[in-house]
């Protein structure tokens, strides 16, 4: 096995999770990673190493995922949810915060803490239905709401409504398990 080769392998476990976490289904994950892994050993010259291997990796394994995601998006079912109860708990009838939230200090520092990132996981794995999808497409994979939409046929106004209440879960979420306990962290 070259040395190149035992690279991919060894960035596999971690090109596994990512894609796992934004398809929500192990098999689909494994396909996306798999086909990734055989698109750089196939084309290895293409690594020109103007990038660390892990981020060329993860720009391809960004393709191949929204691959699986059109190609099963029949395969995916868009369930409305009512969450008009967390919005009630959260906002008083003019739209203002019923309680404000905490300072959350400088979140760029907090996004490089690997606890943190492993909390932030946590939250998005929790997301109901289609919420942790559309967020980890918008926000990780950066699709536009337009190419969003197409892959899941679903109209830019039910898109920005489910994006609005995976924001709302992720602040509720990250506010109980890492924000409110800092004492508990070393």
Do not use: Y
């Not at 080769?5 to 994950?29: D, H, S, T, V």
């Not at 918008?138 to 939409?149: F, G």
Request: aromatic share 8%; net charge negative; with cysteine.
């Amino acid at each position: 096995m070259s040395d190149f080769a035992k690279a991919l392998e060894a960035l596999r476990p971690q090109l596994l999770k990512f894609a796992r976490l934004q398809l929500r289904n192990p098999e689909w994950a494994e396909d996306a990673v798999s086909e990734t892994l055989l698109a750089a050993l196939e084309r290895p010259q293409a690594f020109a190493g103007q990038s660390q291997l892990k981020t060329w990796l993860i720009g391809i394994l960004k393709h191949k995922l929204v691959d699986q995601i059109r190609s099963r998006r029949r395969e995916i079912s868009i369930t409305p949810e009512d969450d008009q109860d967390l919005d009630d708990a959260l906002f008083m009838p003019d739209g203002h915060w019923r309680e404000a939230p905490q300072d959350w200090g400088d979140p760029e520092a907090a996004l490089r803490q690997l606890e943190f990132i492993k909390v932030l996981e946590a939250c998005v794995e929790h997301l109901p239905g289609q919420q942790g999808r559309l967020f980890m497409m918008r926000e990780w994979l950066e699709l536009d709401t337009e190419e969003i939409c197409k892959v899941l046929s679903i109209s830019p106004t039910n898109l920005w409504v489910m994006l609005h209440r995976a924001r709302l879960r992720l602040r509720e979420c990250l506010q109980l398990n890492w924000f409110a306990q800092p004492l508990q962290r070393s």
